[in-house]
């Protein structure tokens, strides 16, 4: 049985896409999306702090993998919701 997580990070530049990729995770809404993408004006937010929602399902051992990749990219991320799906 398998548990569904959502991940929430937090971080200024650009977003680490390959997290998507090597975490098998998705963005949970359209605002994560555009979180994502460099604002055509002002390059990625203008310095400014972004808050980016993922979606993964596996074990408690990947999400906190996935915590711990956001870390060594210099975002924040916290768990959450965790639940069985």
């Not at 994502?36 to 400014?48: I, L, S, V, Y």
């Not at 051992?61 to 919701?81: C, P, V, Y």
């Amino acid at each position: 049985m398998d548990n569904y997580f959502e991940v929430t990070a937090r971080g200024t530049g650009q977003f680490p896409l390959d997290m998507l990729r090597f975490g098998r995770c998705w963005p949970k809404d359209i605002e994560s999306v555009a979180a994502m993408e460099p604002d055509t004006n002002e390059g990625w937010k203008g310095g400014a702090e972004h808050e980016v929602t993922v979606c993964l399902t596996g074990s408690y051992m990947q999400a906190h993998a996935i915590k711990s990749r956001f870390d060594s990219f210099g975002w924040t991320a916290e768990i959450t919701l965790e639940d069985t799906i």
